[in-house]
C-alpha cells in the first residue's frame, strides 16, 4: 500500500488507541439509546406482532454508532490545522488523495471498532446473528460505511477553522439523518412525506443493508443498497479529493 | 548559484495584497534573513516558496525546481520548520520523526539510524519514546529541527525558529543550525523579529514590510545604504515607528482580512 496512506492509517488508529477516554466516552451515546429505545418502546413493538425490537434496533444503533464516530474524525483534521501537524502533512512530497485516504482509512477502522464494541455489548442485551454466515458481510459493510461518513465529515472538515462549531453543524446535519432512516423504527410507519425524505436519506440505506448482513432483513433490497452506497462513496471520495487539494493550512 | 530565485513574486487574496511584486536569490549555503515586522508578507512568501500556498502572479524556482509546478521536487529538496509547531503531540519524538521519514521517501533500511543519529544531534536520544505532550518549547523546536533534517534537504526553511525560546535554547539552537550550515552546506532560509539574531548569524538580509521588498544585501551593505550602525536602526529607518496591527500569517486570517476590507 501507498507509504503515506499507511502513515496516516496507522497514525490515526495509534491516537484512537492511546486516548481511552474517548473509546469509553462515544460508547455512552450508543448505549443509552439501546437502553431508552429498547427497555422504552420494545414491548409495544413486539405486542404490535412486529417480533423483537432487540434484533430490530441493534443493526441501527451499530449504524448510529458508525455514523457519529466516523462523521467526528473530521475533528481530527481541525484539530491538526489548530496545531499545526497539517502544515507537516501538506509539505510533505506525497499526494493530498494519499494523505485524505489514510486518514480517512484509519477513521473507518477506528469506527468500525466502535461498532464492534457496540455489537460485544449488545449479544449482552440478547441480540443474536441469526446467520454468521452473513458476519464477514457485516464486517465489510460497517468499514465501507464508516469509510463513506469518514470522508464525509473529513471534508466538511477542511471547510472549518473552529473546533466548536464543527461538531454543532455536524449534529444538524446527523441527526435527521440517523432519526429519519428506519434505524428505529420501521419506515412504513412514518408519514408519507417523512417516508419520502427517509428514502432519499443515503444513511436509510446503510441501515438496510446492516440489517441484511446481521438480521437477513431488508426493506429496499440488497442492490439498491449496495448501488447507493457504492455511488456516494464514489461521489464522496471525488468531492473530499477536490476539497482536499484545495485545502490550505 | 542560487538555491532560490523569485521574480516578480505577488499573492493576493481578494483585493488584499500580501506579497507584492518582489524578487530575490538566495545562494547556496547562504543564512539568508527574511525580515519585517508583523503582517510584512514574510510568512505568506516561505508558504509559496514551500508549496503550501499557491501564488497569484510571479515565478520562483527552488532548487531549480519551478515551485508552482514541480511541487513534489521542491518537497523532497527542502525542510521546513514553521512558527507554529507542527508536531503530533499523541505521539513520541520516535514517531513524529518516522512519520515524516516516511513521507519524504527516507530509505526503510536507513530511517532508523538516521532518527537515532539527529535524536542524539540534538539531545533528545533519551527520550526518543516520550509523546511530545511531555517536551518543554525548546524540546519541541530541537525535534522539529532534527526532524527536518531527515530527509538530507538542500535547503531550510525556518519561521522565526526561536519564537517564545529562552535564552540557552536559542543559543543551542543558532550554534546547530550553524553547524549545519558550514559543515554540510545547507542553504538556511529564515525569518525572526530578533534582529539582534539575524545580526550574528545571516549572511544576506532582505527587509520586507506591506508585501514589498525595502532593501536587500549584506549586513554591511544594508547599514551602509541606511547610514546606520546596526540592523534594528536600519529596520526601523525603513519599516518606521508604527506599531503593526497584529495580523496573523495565517492564510485563513488573510482571507478574513481582506473580505472585511472589501
Known amino acids: 500500500m501507498n507509504d503515506a496512506i499507511t502513515v496516516m492509517w496507522d497514525r490515526q488508529v495509534k491516537e484512537y488507541l492511546r486516548k481511552k477516554q474517548r473509546i469509553f466516552a462515544s460508547l455512552a451515546q450508543p448505549i443509552l439509546f439501546l437502553i431508552a429505545f429498547n427497555f422504552g418502546i420494545g414491548g409495544m413493538y413486539s405486542q404490535a406482532g412486529n417480533g423483537d425490537y432487540l434484533q430490530y434496533l441493534i443493526p441501527g444503533i451499530i449504524g448510529m454508532t458508525i455514523l457519529f464516530s466516523a462523521v467526528m474524525n473530521g475533528m481530527s483534521l481541525i484539530w491538526d490545522k489548530q496545531f499545526g501537524f497539517l502544515k507537516e502533512t501538506l509539505v510533505a512530497p506525497v499526494s493530498r488523495t494519499s494523505l485524505l485516504f489514510g486518514r480517512c482509512l484509519g477513521g473507518a477502522t477506528t469506527s468500525t471498532f466502535q461498532g464492534l464494541i457496540v455489537l460485544g455489548l449488545s449479544f449482552v442485551f440478547g441480540f443474536r446473528i441469526t446467520n454468521w454466515f452473513y458476519f464477514p458481510l457485516a464486517l465489510i459493510v460497517m468499514f465501507v460505511i464508516a469509510l463513506m461518513f469518514s470522508i464525509l465529515g473529513t471534508s466538511l472538515a477542511s471547510k472549518f477553522d473552529d473546533m466548536h462549531s464543527f461538531p454543532m453543524v455536524i449534529n444538524f446535519l446527523v441527526m435527521p439523518m440517523f432519526f429519519l432512516s428506519g434505524a428505529l423504527f420501521p419506515l412504513e410507519n412514518f408519514p408519507p412525506v417523512i417516508e419520502i425524505i427517509a428514502r432519499i436519506n443515503p444513511f436509510s440505506y446503510c441501515v438496510d443493508l446492516l440489517k441484511f448482513s446481521f438480521i437477513q432483513v431488508s426493506e429496499f433490497g440488497v442492490l439498491l443498497d449496495v448501488s447507493v452506497i457504492i455511488g456516494l462513496l464514489i461521489i464522496l471520495g471525488i468531492i473530499g479529493t477536490s476539497l482536499f487539494n484545495k485545502l490550505e493550512p | ?262
Do not use: C
Request: charged content about 30%; aromatic content about 8%.
Open chain 2, 1 to 262: 548559484m542560487s538555491v532560490i530565485t523569485v521574480k516578480n513574486l505577488t499573492k493576493k487574496f481578494k483585493k488584499f495584497i500580501a506579497v507584492d511584486n518582489i524578487s530575490f536569490e538566495v545562494d547556496k549555503a547562504d543564512i539568508f534573513a527574511f525580515l519585517g515586522p508583523n503582517g510584512a508578507g514574510k510568512s505568506t512568501t516561505i508558504k509559496m516558496l514551500t508549496t503550501v500556498l499557491a501564488s497569484s502572479a510571479g515565478s520562483m524556482f527552488v532548487n531549480g525546481f519551478d515551485a508552482s509546478k514541480e511541487k513534489d521536487s521542491v518537497r523532497r529538496s527542502i525542510g521546513v520548520i514553521f512558527q507554529d509547531h507542527s508536531l503530533d503531540e499523541d505521539l513520541t519524538a520516535y514517531e513524529n520523526m518516522y512519520y515524516h521519514a516516511v513521507l519524504y521517501g527516507v530509505p526503510k533500511n536507513e530511517r532508523k539510524k538516521r532518527i537515532e543519529s539527529l535524536l542524539t544531534y540534538v539531545g533528545l536520544i533519551d527520550r526518543k519514546n516520550d509523546l511530545i505532550n511531555k517536551f518543554s518549547g525548546g524540546m519541541k523546536r530541537r525535534i522539529e529541527i532534527a526532524r527536518g533534517l531527515i530527509h538530507s534537504p538542500e535547503l531550510l526553511f525556518l519561521d522565526e525558529p526561536t519564537l517564545g525560546l529562552d535564552v540557552q535554547t536559542r543559543a543551542f539552537l543558532w550554534k546547530h543550525i550553524k553547524s549545519i550550515n558550514r559543515e554540510e552546506g545547507i542553504t538556511i532560509f529564515f525569518t525572526t523579529h530578533n534582529l539582534d539574531e539575524a545580526e550574528k548569524v545571516a549572511t544576506k538580509i532582505a527587509i520586507i514590510d506591506k508585501g514589498k521588498i525595502l532593501m536587500q544585501g549584506t549586513l554591511k551593505e544594508i547599514k551602509e545604504k541606511t547610514k546606520t550602525d546596526s540592523l534594528e536602526k536600519a529596520f526601523l529607518k525603513l519599516t518606521g515607528y508604527d506599531i503593526r496591527d497584529q495580523i496573523s500569517h495565517t492564510s485563513s486570517t488573510m482571507k478574513t482580512f481582506a473580505r472585511s476590507r472589501r
